[in-house]
Each structure stands twice: as C-alpha cells, then as structure tokens.
C-alpha cells in the first residue's frame, strides 16, 4: 500500500509559459507502507 506524503505539486506560471504541455501535471510523492 500507499501514504501519501505531502500535497500535489502543480507546475508555476514560468513552467507553463516554457512548457504548455505542463499544465495538466501533477507531481505526487507517496511512501510505501508494511500495509498488505
């Protein structure tokens, strides 16, 4: 299983000038759990 860690992570205005296709990313850590 999976914990999340954190909040979402969504690319800043700069990245998305440079880079249209970021703006539908979305970064999320999550940490593994002994969970079955």
Known sequence: RLRL???AARPGEAE?????????????VAERTEAP
Not at 16 to 28: E, G
């Open 16 to 28: 998305v000038a440079a880079n249209p296709r970021a703006r539908s990313a979305v970064l999320r």
């Open 5 to 7: 860690v954190g909040k």
